[in-house]
């Protein structure tokens, strides 16, 4: 597959639902599905880049593939609620630029 856009995932998304698995999950569920999935990413990047250890068995444990199960979850619930996320992130990236427009670069801890 070639490099797709937010809104092209978002029709990929809802292409394979309703071909291969029936229906969406209700909100909640996928919520629920949303937490197991970062829970499982924080795992791994516990393991791999903080302090605890990994074990033999999870170092073949695929960073990018749980972060794209946290993706797929995330468009689900934008199909199923109406959400345009490519609208929806261009809105958040002006929300942040205008609030952060000085905050990181006046921000002491970020100093290198």
Sequence with gaps: MS???INQA??????WIKKVGVRYFNELT???LLMEEVGELARIVA???GEQSEKP???????????????FVLI?????TGINLTAAF???????TLRDSKRH???IKLKS
């Design 90 to 96: 261009e809105k958040n990236i002006e929300k942040k």
């Design 10 to 15: 978002q029709v990929v998304v809802d292409e």
């Design 57 to 71: 068995t999870e170092k073949s444990q695929d960073l990018g593939d749980e972060i794209a199960d946290i993706l």
């Design 105 to 107: 670069k006046e921000n």
């Design 30 to 32: 996928n919520t629920a």
């Design 76 to 80: 689900c619930l934008a199909n199923q």
């Design 3 to 5: 490099e797709i856009t």
């Design 47 to 49: 393991r791999r880049y």
